[in-house]
């Protein structure tokens, strides 16, 4: 397990959001079925990806809090001219490791992060959002696709 250390420069996206309860999963594909129709009358993309990003309360350790944010997204140029109804939210710049997903058990990705790649790596999770850009490798459900899991980190 070894990822990319990058330094990520402000993202400016737009798209749709929801709090979610962590036992509520299946909200994040309805999200993305409310988003996916939406994503075409949006006219400054910046790249053909998609971006899932979520906000955690109190960071990704976050015990003991059932609630976080989830986005759909799509990065773009600027803020102007966003049609009605679909948000903004500009990525705080910082350091991120990257893993990449393959297959689509994103859960089991997350735990070796946490608890064998996180505590021998000298950094700490920041209080930023978490992200992953869906690519061309993105196939959704398939054992094949791939996707990159941007982590914000930040020097123990």
């Given at each position: 397990?070894?990822?990319?250390?990058?330094?990520?420069?402000?993202?400016?996206?737009?798209?749709?959001?929801?709090?979610?309860?962590?036992?509520?999963?299946?909200?994040?594909?309805?999200?993305?079925?409310?988003?996916?129709?939406?994503?075409y009358k949006i006219k400054n993309v910046a790249t053909n990806e998609l971006i899932a990003m979520q906000l955690f309360p109190n960071n990704i350790n976050n015990e003991g809090a059932d609630e976080y944010t989830i986005w759909a997204t799509v990065e773009v140029h600027d803020f102007e001219?966003?049609?009605?109804?679909?948000?903004?939210?500009?990525?705080?710049?910082?350091?991120?490791?990257?893993?990449?997903?393959?297959?689509?058990?994103?859960?089991?990705?997350y735990e070796k992060i946490m608890t064998e790649w996180l505590p021998k790596s000298g950094y700490t999770i920041d209080d930023r959002p978490h992200f992953q850009i869906m690519g061309e490798n993105y196939k959704n459900g398939s054992p094949d696709s791939e996707e990159d899991i941007y982590i914000p980190i930040k020097p123990n």
């Open positions: 397990m070894n990822p990319k250390i990058i330094n990520c420069s402000t993202r400016k996206v737009v798209g749709l959001s929801s709090t979610i309860n962590r036992n509520e999963p299946h909200k994040i594909g309805e999200l993305w079925r409310q988003f996916m129709p939406e994503k001219n966003i049609p009605n109804g679909i948000l903004s939210y500009a990525i705080p710049s910082g350091d991120y490791a990257v893993f990449t997903l393959k297959g689509m058990n994103i859960q089991g990705l």
